[in-house]
């Protein structure tokens, strides 16, 4: 049982974004939540809202059943780059030195280690061979 979470187009390059993503990678969720507030970077607000995001999407997903929250881990969180916007700033001699700002996609994977997945049971084909 999982559920995913995509933030887009956030206001950060995807390489300040992935040192705070590969410290959480593989942790439980509230184990990773506690590390976030003790990171002095600005994304952890942003990747913290986007794993609670992805616990309540496993919440709504699965109504019917009882989730324990403190046994959901954080399968795979992903960060990858996004759109630029191209700036310029002006230089001597009437020059321009071009300014990419850069913006990132977050991705967070969070299942249930515990959960019993029904087993999908697939039958075997043998071929015979035709003997002549």
Known sequence: MEARAVRKH???????MRTVVNVIRGKSV??????LNFLPQKVTSIVRLTVLSAVHNLIDQNKDERIDEESLVVSEIRVD?????KRYRPVSRGRAHPIL??????TVVVS???ATEPVVETAEVVAEEDEA
């Not at 956030?10 to 300040?16: A, G, L, Q, T």
């Not at 509230?30 to 590390?35: K, M, S, T, V, Y």
């Not at 780059?81 to 916007?85: K, S, T, V, W």
Request: glycine residues 8%.
């Open 112 to 114: 249930d280690p515990n």
């Open 81 to 85: 780059g996004g759109p630029a916007f």
């Open 10 to 16: 956030i206001r950060s390059s995807p390489r300040k």
């Open 101 to 106: 700002k850069r913006t990132c996609h977050l």
């Open 30 to 35: 509230p184990e990773a939540l506690d590390i």
